[in-house]
């Protein structure tokens, strides 16, 4: 099994997902900016993933601190942090995840410079073994949620790929499996960066299980000739309100869902739900360089010059939302009081 991202002794070490599928390229990076670098590039993607990486980027980033004295080393460390936090926008888990080792930096400055630094080592490893195990239970809640004989369609890459291991929406799927059901997926391309195409149709292809792709404009036709049974997709952040931020096009294939009447669920972890953000108009939205739009494999296939749009994320409206699905359980209207209710438990 390929794994998405690793801490070695080597460095952080992560599978190329910008060459996949044709060629299983693994890339170790010794210091801080290349993972940002990586984050930035895509290098590694999907929200819990770049958490993740941004974790071990942040521990990369404290073992090589030169300063000695607390007061240089935490010079350094909010350097580190701000670089990563600089990467990408829209999946909130990078800055839960960089919030979460800058709360360790500071609860443990009374350890001293040296062994700070293990300790920052350990928190990262922790946030990745935590991730796999949150993604299981998001497909142990999620997977009930299916009929025995299911197929579901799922948009971008929510899966192993995107994630320590396991994945959310494609979680969802392998905790039904799990269970004993019978499950067909049907994988949206993702245009423009193929997501569903090089990494969902890959990573299921590997697993055996049941993929068959399209390309994201035929979703509708096949809803209306009864082949799906469910929709589930992934997050990069969910409002307080439980809009739902996600690849570009989860919002026209929740609109899809609904005229069809199939439940369109959205599988996520705790850490991609913001409650500081009261709605998803207020869910900032990375924009990309229009190459990606204009170019495929690096070959222009629209006239020089042309005006173009890439955002990379939609919003999908919370009432459009059948239920969100996380570790602690599924979560359904009204999103606000089920969304906050998550965090007292
Ligand atoms: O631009 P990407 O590839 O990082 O976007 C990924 C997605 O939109 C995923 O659906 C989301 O991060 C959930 S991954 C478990």
């Known amino acids: 099994m390929f794994k998405t991202v690793e801490w070695k002794s080597t460095g952080v070490v992560m599978i190329d997902q910008t060459l996949l599928p044709e060629r299983e390229v693994y890339r170790t990076y010794r210091d801080y900016r290349g993972v940002a670098g990586a984050i930035k590039e895509m290098v590694v993607r999907g929200a819990p993933a770049i958490g993740v990486a941004a974790a071990m980027g942040i521990a990369i980033g404290a073992v090589k601190v030169k300063a000695k004295d607390m007061k240089g080393f935490k010079r350094e460390f909010d350097k580190i942090a701000k670089l990563l936090a600089s990467t990408r926008p829209t999946a909130v888990n990078l800055f839960w995840a960089i919030e979460r080792m800058r709360r360790v930096a500071a609860e443990n400055e009374g350890l001293g410079v040296e062994r700070l630094k293990k300790r920052l080592v350990a928190e990262a490893k922790e946030i990745h ?74 990573e299921l292809k590997k697993d055996n299980i049941d993929v068959t792709l ?18 589930v997709v992934g997050a990069d952040r969910i409002a307080a309100n439980g809009d739902v931020a996600n690849k570009i ?42 190459a990606e739009v204009t170019h495929l494999k690096g070959r222009r296939i629209a006239p020089k010059g042309i005006a173009v749009r890439n955002p990379a994320f939609d919003v999908t409206p919370n009432r459009l939302v059948t239920g969100i699905i996380t570790e602690k359980g599924v979560v359904r209207r009204p999103y606000n009081k089920g969304l906050k209710a998550l965090f007292s438990k």
């Not at 035929?218 to 000739?225: H, S």
């Open 129 to 202: 073994r935590d991730d796999i195990e949150i993604n299981r239970r998001i497909g142990r809640h999620g997977g009930t949620l299916l009929k025995k004989n299911s197929t579901v369609l799922t948009h971008c890459n929510a899966g192993a790929l995107a994630t320590a291991g396991y994945g959310t929406a494609l979680g969802v799927i392998r905790g039904a499996i799990e269970a004993g059901k019978k499950v067909r997926v049907f994988a949206d391309e993702t245009r423009p960066f193929l997501q569903g195409a090089r990494l969902t149709a890959w």
């Open 249 to 290: 096009g989860t919002y026209t294939v929740a609109l899809l869902a609904r005229e069809h009447g199939i439940p369109f669920y959205v599988a996520a972890p705790l850490s991609t739900i913001d409650l500081k953000i009261k709605h998803g108009d207020n869910i900032p939205i990375e924009e990309r360089d229009s």
């Open 214 to 231: 399209i390309t994201d404009n035929m979703a509708g036709y096949i809803m209306k000739k009864g082949l799906i049974d469910a929709v």
